[in-house]
């Protein structure tokens, strides 16, 4: 295949933001639209740290909210007149003007304003144990911003309305956030990166039926080993809408394989040859609400080496345009790759449930918890000789829309270590690529568990795993260090404990049937014995590995046993929320 267009390799272009970063925060974001108002933070083990730079001269208006609305939400309020800073913490109770807090627990380091605008930088503890603040915790975070061109009457404290353009919501994980390395600019780090992009090559996207779409791709000679150390979404503009997640996986194909005849060429994901079926190493993923990740400046991942896999696939999952004919799509993603290689080598491996029926969520459930076990036969496979622990650094979860919440646990012998992660407001429009403040270690021997919690109140038929929006996944994808042999591992309930409306066991070859003709909608007592079979049934795992050939393990086990040995309690005195 002569055409390369799909997988175009660039110099560096550096994108600089509006303003100057203030060089002590590492963490950035723009929150509207058009990049009037931009949050930069840092933080410690116990307060984080906020600046504003907001294009007004007017006030703003800064919150935590509690469900995304901008009522109920903890807010500060900020404004410069006269060459004084004028701050406070209130909160909002209903569309009116926001009320002062009796305890004022945002401080102003300092404000002022500039030919650009309003800047204030203000500091909190993560939990003020003030019930009329909302504490910053690993969930995902709902930010909610406002501001308005005239500063308030400063005596009647009456805000002027900050009308529908200059206010909004978005979400945030304010800790577990990759930092925009201070270097990004500097020629040390453009000098010695370029980016290789894996894009979709004008595929049509179709108006009635959802599409999973896999490209193949050769890689092209790199001129030796490179490391990735950043990937982001490449989406055309006016296509994220049509996006359901894309994925980037990789593999060693044997000698068999005409590359000539998948390289460069689309299939229907569920029929496509097996080379590209089979080829499972996550490398980089995208889904709603992602954005760019930066790896940890001393890891990278291994790619070009002689040992490293040269076969790559482009998965992306496309929703029905319902309407509109014809839109094209050239959306993918991109990696940064550099030749100063880094002192840790990633990998990532993928978690969680199956995709098949035995992943399966009755109708009409405000909350509904599936777990995916990865078992400690399966880890140990995946660690061959290695005995040095997997530092986990970082997990993507990756669902469709019923999800709520989302766990990673790590089970060691007996006991529930202290999670990987754990999001009780987990956003199926924020899957985006979260970094761990600090590594957690996986033992040769521990056992892993994926847990996501569905609402499936809006479903009057159940939900079965599998790739399209009506259906539901439940997966993590971590990033730890050093590498190992295992790709993924997935789990599965064997249902055997599973009773019919009368006690009755169910056989395994009806289970199914069972399932899909219950009437979950009246029928309480089978939804019990649901509840009561995935909390007892015997469990699968299927691990596999695609370093060298493909390989993988299946193991079945009794449903795992353990006690809980979680995270210290809240550090309020007692009788504070
Ligand atoms: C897609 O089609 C347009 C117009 O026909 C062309 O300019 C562009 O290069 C194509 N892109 C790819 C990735 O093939
Ligand atoms: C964390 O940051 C706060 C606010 O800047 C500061 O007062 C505190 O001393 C810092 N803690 C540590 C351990 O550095
Ligand atoms: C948040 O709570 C407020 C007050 O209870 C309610 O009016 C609003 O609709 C809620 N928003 C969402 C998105 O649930
Ligand atoms: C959020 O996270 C913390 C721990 O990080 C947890 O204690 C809290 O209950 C969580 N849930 C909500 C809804 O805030
Ligand atoms: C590989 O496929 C191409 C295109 O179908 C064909 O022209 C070529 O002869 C094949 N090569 C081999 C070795 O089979
Ligand atoms: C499940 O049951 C429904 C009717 O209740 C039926 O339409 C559907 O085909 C069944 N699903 C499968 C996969 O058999």
């Not at 971590?478 to 009368?502: A, H, M, V």
């Amino acid at each position: 295949m002569s055409n390369w267009s799909f997988l175009v390799i660039h110099t560096i272009l550096v994108c600089v933001i509006a303003q100057m970063p203030t060089a002590d925060f590492p963490y950035v974001r723009t929150l509207d639209k058009n990049g009037k108002f931009v949050l930069y933070w840092n933080f410690n083990d116990t307060h984080i740290t906020f600046e504003v730079q907001v294009r007004t001269f007017g006030y703003v208006g800064l919150g935590i909210s509690r469900n995304g609305s901008m009522y109920p939400a903890d807010v500060v309020l900020g404004w410069v007149h006269n060459d004084l800073a004028y701050f406070g913490d209130y909160h909002t109770v209903g569309k009116m003007s926001p009320v002062m807090d009796i305890s004022q627990d945002w401080t102003l380091l300092y404000g002022y304003e500039t030919s650009f605008g309003t800047v204030l930088r203000f500091v909190r503890k993560f939990d003020t144990c003030d019930p009329e603040d909302v504490p910053i915790t690993e969930n995902t975070t709902r930010i909610i911003y406002s501001f308005q061109d005239r500063d308030p009457d400063t005596d009647k404290f009456q805000l002027l309305w900050h009308g529908k353009e200059n206010r909004g919501s978005v979400n945030l994980h304010l800790t577990q956030t990759s930092a925009l390395p201070y270097d990004v600019a500097s020629s040390q780090w453009s000098s010695t990166a370029w980016t290789l992009d894996f894009i979709n090559n004008n595929f049509t996207i179709h108006e009635q039926r959802e599409t999973y779409r896999c490209v193949g791709f050769y890689l092209p000679d790199l001129g030796g080993k490179s490391h990735i150390i950043k990937f982001e979404p490449k989406i055309d503009a006016g296509n994220e809408e049509y996006l359901q997640g894309i994925s980037l996986y990789r593999c060693n194909i044997g000698d068999a394989v005409n590359v000539s005849q998948i390289h460069g060429h689309g299939f229907n994901c569920l029929e496509a040859p097996p080379v590209i079926q089979y080829c499972k190493e996550f490398l980089a993923g995208w889904a709603p609400g992602g954005e760019a990740f930066y790896l940890p400046e001393n890891v990278g991942i291994s790619v070009g080496d002689s040992n490293d896999p040269v076969f790559y696939v482009l998965s992306t999952q496309y929703r029905a345009t319902g309407g509109p004919q014809g839109i094209k799509d050239t959306s993918g993603l991109r990696l940064t790759l550099t030749r100063s290689l880094r002192q840790q080598e990633a990998g990532f491996i993928d978690v969680g449930s199956y995709i098949s029926w035995q992943h399966f969520l009755p109708p009409r459930e405000p909350e509904f918890t599936t777990k995916a076990y990865c078992s400690q036969r399966c880890l140990m496979w995946g660690f061959k000789d290695a005995l040095d622990p997997m530092n986990v650094i970082g997990v993507m979860f990756k669902t469709h829309s019923l999800a709520k919440a989302v766990a990673l646990r790590v089970i060691r012998d007996r006991t529930e270590m202290p999670w990987i992660m754990k999001d009780d407001k987990y956003s199926p429009n924020y899957q985006i690529m979260r970094l761990l403040r600090k590594p957690v270690t996986v033992q040769k021997g521990d056992r892993l568990s994926v847990e996501c919690t569905y609402d499936t109140s809006s479903r009057t038929r159940s939900t079965l795993g599998g790739y399209f929006s009506e259906n539901e996944v439940c997966r993590a994808y971590i990033l730890y260090y050093p590498k190992k042999f295992i790709d993924g591992c997935l789990g599965w309930s064997s249902y055997d404990q599973l009773r019919g409306r009368f006690q009755e066991p169910v056989l395994p070859e009806d289970t199914f049937t069972y399932l899909n003709s219950t009437d979950w909608l009246r029928d309480q007592q089978m939804s019990r014995n649901l509840v009561i079979a995935l909390a007892t049934s015997t469990e699968h795992s299927f691990c596999y590995s695609n370093n060298q050939a493909p390989q993988n393990a299946f193991d079945h086990f009794d449903h795992p046993q353990y006690s809980t040995r979680l995270t210290a309690p809240s550090t309020c005195p007692q009788g504070a929320v």
